[in-house]
């Protein structure tokens, strides 16, 4: 059987600016598959190329066994696309706004009007969909989107950062629906930036990090691939990063201390990679208290996405995202240091 999407080697660029500079995963039929990274990392550019709205500059792309490049046409009649911003028009109500969809993908009245009525309960949008789309939160537009993705029954949907900006309610509700599709066979790729969101929906997930893929596999084989246990700590609650230094200096001392990084991010935290046992906690206290630096706050966990992410980069998620608002708005450094 044939991969329900194959990227291979993928690469895009922008005049001299490489979005997408080596990108190659595989999704099976029915999985849902998550595209983790920041901000400009490259991840609409790939669903963009992928969904035929970009050409590639080289790499192989496949949804459903269809080359995507040489026949435009057959790929895009087994994707269904939902993009990050929502454009609907506002004087339309939800009901004749899919109604139109449906007309554009030339689907007969009748089985129209079924799979409208049919997308209208399972996103449970009964109550809105003869108002006008004007009147609607951002959760409902977001659900009428998915709805709309969704009429012609595509085998493959196509998410970009379907739940940013949406309240925890909304949120939920996207979860579920996407647990549904996959339940009946749908094949779902999503890119978002909330590790959240890929850990607990993904079957299986790469991490992409300015334009390359750097690590794919589910969401437990990557965090099993990093080990240990996290412990983060603060001396205060935003420290001085030459008294984060110290910290780092004194803590990599002990035997159980695997790594170390400073979280920048979040007041200059301290982020350790221990080896597990009973006494790491008390140890790393007593060892800071004999230095004269007491402890603001201290938690320890077991691996995270964002453990995978920080191991292969050498940053945590967040920081990545610092960093690229950076790089997109030079007067953002300036800002951040008169703060």
Request: proline share 4%; aromatic share 4%; glycine share 8%.
């Amino acid at each position: 059987m044939a991969a329900a999407v194959l990227v291979e080697k993928l690469q895009k660029r922008y005049g001299s600016t490489e979005a997408v500079k080596n990108v190659s995963f595989q999704i099976e039929p029915g999985e849902i598959f998550g595209l983790l990274g920041p901000n400009g990392a490259g991840k609409t550019t790939t669903i963009r190329c992928l969904c035929t709205l970009t050409m590639p500059n080289a790499g192989r792309l496949e949804v459903c066994g269809i080359n995507v490049v040489a026949n435009p046409k057959a790929a895009r009649e087994r994707i269904g696309y939902v993009a990050q911003e929502v454009a609907l028009d506002k004087m339309l109500t939800g009901r004749e706004l899919l109604q139109l969809q449906a007309a554009l993908y030339h689907i007969p009245s009748k089985i129209a009007k079924e799979r409208i009525n049919r997308a209208i309960a399972l996103l449970g949008l009964e109550e809105w969909a003869d108002k006008q789309t004007g009147k609607y939160s951002g959760g409902l537009r977001r659900r009428l989107d998915l709805a709309a993705g969704l009429l012609h029954q595509p085998e493959v949907l196509v998410l970009d950062e379907p739940t940013v900006g949406l309240d925890i309610e909304s949120r939920m509700v996207m979860w579920s629906f996407l647990r549904q599709l996959r339940s009946s066979g749908t094949t779902v790729l999503i890119t978002s930036h909330y590790l959240e969101e890929i850990d607990a929906l993904a079957d299986r997930v790469a991490i992409i990090d300015k334009g390359v893929v750097i690590d794919t596999g589910t969401p437990s084989e990557l965090k099993d691939k990093v080990g240990g246990e996290r412990i983060t700590l603060r001396i205060r609650e935003f420290s001085p990063i030459e008294e984060a230094e110290k910290v780092k200096d004194i803590l990599r001392s002990l035997p159980f201390v695997r790594e170390i990084i400073i979280n920048k991010a979040q007041g200059n935290s301290i982020n350790l990679v221990v080896t597990p046992q009973n006494d790491t906690l008390i140890t790393v206290q007593q060892v800071l208290r004999d230095a004269g630096l007491p402890i603001f706050s201290i938690s320890q966990s077991r691996p995270s996405l964002d453990d995978v992410y920080l191991a292969a980069t050498g940053q945590t998620l967040i920081d990545a995202e610092l960093a690229a608002a950076d790089t997109r708005d030079p007067k953002a450094e300036r800002k951040k240091n008169m703060r």
